[in-house]
């Protein structure tokens, strides 16, 4: 704000203006306070909505980032309507001065004395310093936002952010404290009635969804390659060596270890299955892999290149790193825009053998094709698709986009026995076909038998 105000002041006062002394308080005091003012609303609306979709809007970040998309690629959309926000007060103002509105300033001229004409262009002329100003401060707060957001990765650390604390007002306390001290409160889940007459509700018992048949030893993942390596060399392999990561408790003090010293290695044709109970760092190990969490130690590398020092720029790791979820896709756009927009990344222009979108848009046709969806389905919005939908979209995406690792994350959970079957009979033909490096992770024991024998 201080550079912006001082930039733009120095241009009004001594070249537009021209009072003497330079400093008169009699310009600077009014003009500069206004300059000051409009700032204000400009950042604070600007601020808040980028801050929030940097931390609520982590699985659309994430998507792009995984399919080679730098920082600012990821959250272009996101970084738009910001600005946007925080730049429309001061547009609306612009297009109703003189017409709806006269503000103070002009109108103190007149009855000042001054001519009208006059009075009319200072005020044009205060009000495109007024927009100048707030253009210049919003975009260079949304460039420290980013940069703060982001390491030098391009590895969004929403962490960074932290959520201000609730402060409740005196009726807030009040319908607390009322809402505490209610007895006899009776409630049903999942037809089972919990009473409750100390005021205390009961939280029912929840069956946990950890893989009785494929718990590793101690509750740690364990990884298994699905057949016998085929003979590739370390130079064409995914290669891990050492893997650690922690997550800091609620207590900053303490940590808890998701993985140790995790070391595999995934050759040419290769599907490794990775299996484990809830919660022993399997998704965080796919997110490490593919450059979207950070380690503590080890390291990795693909066919001879390593993390750290073999990519210069991160996002062509990722670019040939693809790491798929179970979550539903739910982002603005159909699948064709989200095509369109992955090929236009700086890490695919860069790359001469990298597919075309009309190459990713015919493969993605035929794949989905094959696992019983209509192809007009690449031409409905995201949110139309049902969980099924977008998975086997999102995986044919992924596997027509040509990587050289793909990373499935329970990536088949919301599809039938039929739909499961043809998505893994593609991607194991596609991973012998194309040299494909993938591992997996999944807790159905059917899925998991069937891609062992």
Known sequence: MLFNVVLVGLFAFAVIIRPTPIWNPQYVIPIVGMLLGNCTNGISLTMNNITIALVEQQREIELYL???????????????????????????????????????????????????????????????LIAVCTFGVILMEVWVIVDVGFDSSHMLRPERFEKAPVRLNFGGVIWAALQSCSFGRTRREGGVRFESTNGNEMEPLRNSDVDVKYVAPNGRLEVQPMKETCGSSLGDALVLNGLTRSLSMEDITKTRT????????????????????????????????????????????????????????????????RYVTQYKVDIPGTPIDFIRRVASFKSWQRDPGAPTEREILKSTSELIGQWGLQIDCLGKEWAVLSGGESQRVIVA??????????????????????????????VYDLAKKNGLKIVWVSHDNDQLERMNV
């Open 66 to 128: 995984s399919f080679g998309a730098t920082s600012y690629e990821a959250v272009s959309r996101l970084l738009r309507e910001a600005v946007r926000s925080g730049t429309t007060p001061i547009l609306n103002s612009m297009a109703v001065i003189g017409i709806i509105s006269i503000p103070g300033m002009m109108t103190g001229q007149i009855l000042g004395g001054s001519p009208v004409m006059e009075a009319a262009r200072y005020q044009m002329l205060i009000m495109y």
């Open 258 to 321: 998701l993985f140790s010293d995790v070391s595999f290695t995934v050759g040419s044709g290769e599907i490794s299955l990775v299996k484990g109970p809830s919660g022993c760092g399997k998704s965080q190990l796919l997110r490490s892999i593919a450059g979207l969490s950070p380690l503590d130690e080890g390291s990795i590398s693909l066919e001879g290149l390593d993390w750290n020092n073999g990519f210069v720029c991160k996002s062509d790791w990722r670019k040939s790193v």
């Open 397 to 426: 995406l992924a596997l027509a986009s040509k990587p050289r690792v793909l990373l499935l994350d329970e990536s088949t959970s919301a599809l039938d026995l039929t739909s499961k079957t043809a998505v893994e009979h593609s």
